[in-house]
């Protein structure tokens, strides 16, 4: 029997919600973002205009790392963008369905 490619999960408002919640727990959290498969924010600690905005521009970072990525190597996969500044750290985590991104203050 040939098995096809394995089925994505899906994401559900309360996937969404519990990966907000989960996230939210954790020290030294400033802002966070979930973003849909369209590139929508969802669910967002900022106001939506600057949600939206910030994700435009990470997103944008996201294809750029993707686009040569695929340079070095077609096979792989990328899973996470991390940019640290002597303040901040960004984190993008992509999902089958969702993209969270995670804004946290750089202290140790």
Do not use: C, W
Request: proline residues 5%; hydrophobic residues 40%.
């Amino acid at each position: 029997m040939i098995k096809g490619a394995p089925e994505k999960p899906r994401r559900t408002l309360h996937y969404v919600e519990e990966a907000f919640r989960q996230i939210e727990k954790k020290k030294n959290i400033r802002d966070i973002v979930i973003v849909n498969e369209l590139g929508h924010p969802v669910k967002s600690t900022m106001e939506f205009k600057s949600s939206v905005k910030f994700v435009g521009l990470f997103q944008e970072l996201q294809g750029r790392i993707e686009r040569g990525m695929e340079h070095i190597d077609p096979t792989d996969e990328f899973l996470m963008l991390r940019v640290r500044t002597k303040l901040d750290e960004v984190l993008l985590v992509p999902d089958s369905k969702i993209t969270m991104i995670v804004v946290q203050n750089a202290d140790k």
